[in-house]
């Protein structure tokens, strides 16, 4: 059988059965030193996969640190180090300079810190990114409870039509378009919820591949059923002004588009927090599955090895 057979979640279950360790399953694993719970996770970055030799690279520095902060803050940690592997083949060192400037400049804004790293060359340009967070409490996708609500950071959606809009190689973009393109270029890690989310979510995990799919994760992580308001999920101008201008449904872009890098959380509703960025989407129910106003829905986002 091929990977491309199996998805890239049927091969995550057949390691996991190979490794049969119990802390894998979240967005980081969180392991026990000295007394403390350190997070543990890695990215990789792939050259046409998840950026083009095109885009900037300080962008690609810079959202290499943030995909991974974005995991250890889903989990209510926060950064402390960083390795970094870079796979290249022959190519401008003023590139790879640029590049890590992106890497050093997330990192003095997450304030972390990278301390080494490996090189190798290969046919197409990686960056790896392991990093090392610590938090008081660790919050991974199994504590949902029935009757709390269900709750998102930030807008949905912008990455994708973002990356649509960068797809399309057009010599000029209007100013809401380049607000999209930078959302997909230069996400910003949630780390201004990791206090929150490790202080009073019960379950939480950071939006890479959907909304549509993370929510099916956790419900199945947690044993629940999650019930989304389709009118409470949070839609940027852009995306709303971009969806009006070609002729597209919001909300799809908003289920199924990727590389948000928002937090999804469940938590007493009495928690909102209305100094920060959250919005509750939904309640958690009895059951399982996702369901849009009441209506089961398939998780739809992203499979690295999906043929479609
Ligand atoms: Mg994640």
């Known amino acids: 059988m091929r990977v491309s057979q199996l998805g890239e979640f049927g091969l995550i279950e057949r390691l996991k059965e190979i ?3 119990g802390l894998i399953g979240d967005d980081t694993a969180p392991v026990q030193v000295g007394g403390q719970t350190l997070l543990l996770t890695c990215d990789v970055l792939v050259q046409d996969r998840h950026f083009k030799l095109a885009y900037p690279p300080s962008a690609i520095g810079w959202k290499a ?22 796979v290249l083949p022959d190519m401008e060192v003023s590139y790879l300079e640029e590049l890590y400037h992106g890497i050093k400049r997330a990192c003095d804004f997450y304030r972390c810190e990278v301390v080494g790293g490996n090189i190798s060359r290969g046919d197409e340009l990686c960056i790896d990114v392991f990093m090392l967070g610590k938090t008081e409490r660790f919050v991974g996708r199994r504590g949902a409870r029935e009757g709390e609500g269900l709750f998102v950071s ?3 959606g912008d990455s994708k039509a973002g990356l649509e809009l ?3 190689e057009r010599k000029s973009y209007e100013p809401f378009e380049l607000t999209l393109i930078e959302r997909h270029l230069r996400p910003t890690a949630r780390i201004d919820l990791c206090k929150h989310v490790s202080r009073y979510a019960s379950a939480s995990m950071d939006l890479s591949d959907g909304l549509s799919s993370d929510a099916y994760k956790l419900a199945q992580a947690s044993g629940v059923r999650l019930n989304l ?3 409470r999920i949070p839609l940027s101008q852009e995306l709303l002004a971009f969806c009006k201008k070609h002729r597209k449904e919001p909300l799809q872009y908003a289920l199924s588009g990727g590389e948000d890098y ?10 909102l927090n209305p100094f920060l960025s959250m919005v509750q989407i939904g309640v958690v129910e009895k059951g399982q599955g996702v369901y849009l106003a009441g209506v089961p829905i398939e998780p739809e986002g992203f499979d690295h090895f999906r043929v479609v």
């Open 154 to 156: 930030g807008t949905l």
């Open 166 to 168: 960068l797809l399309m």
């Open 262 to 271: 928002q937090l999804l959380f469940t938590q007493p509703v009495e928690r």
């Open 19 to 21: 490794l049969q360790s």
């Open 229 to 231: 308001f389709p009118d």
């Open 65 to 86: 640190i943030s995909v991974n902060v974005s995991d250890i803050v889903a989990n209510g940690g926060e950064p402390l180090y960083a390795l970094v592997s870079l």
